[in-house]
């Protein structure tokens, strides 16, 4: 399997996360950046366009750090942003492209989304994890999940009442929604030489037993 670029970009802000959506048409960029003497966090949502083998960019929009996306469809996207509000985006025909709506989820980072249906499964830099309706557009539970950062959080692909977390606690856990959330049904804990425990949160996660 061989490579090769089509384009390329340079962005004003450090890119966190990019993702394609379903049909591969549209393309998003996640920007988070923190001045280390401010410690102010500026970030920014791109917009691309994809025709075949080319890539152009539309439009470029300034947000809180985006730290994760996930899409619904080919026209919403969920961001999981620095303000620790989960953001539903709107992209629409006319000169605006966009519309975005936030949802306070907590007062720390939001690190990874991952949309599934109907809904969305959030985890932040404080440990816990969010299961957010996004038909009613509110958060209908969530725990404490890890004792550290949980850095990724993932809908089990062919289960979707299965949700995968991964801490920097060290610890992979598999949680079951249809329990609220109340307790992992599986954790498994890494050697702590590993500082981080790395989930791509949009691989099909299958274990045996779950």
């Known amino acids: 399997m061989s490579f090769r670029e089509i384009s390329s970009f340079?962005?004003?802000?450090?890119?966190?996360?990019?993702?394609?959506?379903?049909?591969?048409?549209?393309?998003?960029?996640?920007?988070?950046?923190?001045d280390p003497?401010?410690?102010?966090?500026?970030?920014?949502?791109?917009?691309?366009?994809?025709?075949?083998?080319?890539?152009?960019?539309?439009?470029?929009?300034?947000?809180?750090?985006?730290?994760?996306?996930?899409?619904l469809d080919d026209n919403v996207c969920f961001a999981a942003l620095s303000t620790g509000e989960i953001?539903?985006?709107n992209l629409v025909d006319g000169p605006d492209n966009l519309k975005m709506?936030?949802?306070?989820l907590c007062s720390s980072l939001l690190l990874s989304v991952d949309v599934l249906d109907s809904r969305a499964i959030v985890s932040a830099a404080d440990g816990s994890l969010f299961l957010f309706d996004i038909g009613k557009s509110c958060t209908t539970t969530?725990?404490?999940?890890?004792?550290?950062?949980?850095?990724?959080?993932?809908?089990?692909?062919?289960?979707?009442?299965?949700?995968?977390?991964?801490?920097?606690?060290?610890?992979a856990r598999?949680?079951?929604?249809?329990?609220?959330?109340?307790?992992?049904?599986f954790s498994q804990s890494r050697n702590v030489s590993f500082k981080y425990l790395a989930i791509h949160a949009k691989v099909v996660l299958e274990a045996d037993g779950v």
Not at 174 to 185: A, N, Q, S, T, Y
């Open 142 to 171: 969530s725990c404490r999940a890890h004792d550290y950062e949980a850095w990724t959080a993932a809908f089990h692909r062919m289960n979707g009442n299965l949700v995968l977390s991964g801490g920097d606690d060290c610890l």
């Open 87 to 89: 953001c539903r985006i």
């Open 10 to 34: 340079l962005l004003p802000l450090h890119t966190d996360t990019v993702e394609f959506a379903p049909s591969h048409s549209k393309l998003l960029c996640g920007s988070y950046e923190l």
């Open 174 to 185: 598999v949680w079951d929604i249809r329990d609220g959330l109340e307790k992992p049904i």
């Open 37 to 71: 003497e401010s410690r102010k966090i500026s970030g920014g949502i791109t917009i691309f366009i994809v025709t075949g083998e080319t890539v152009e960019l539309l439009k470029q929009h300034e947000t809180a750090g985006v730290l994760d996306l996930s899409w």
């Open 101 to 104: 709506s936030t949802y306070p």
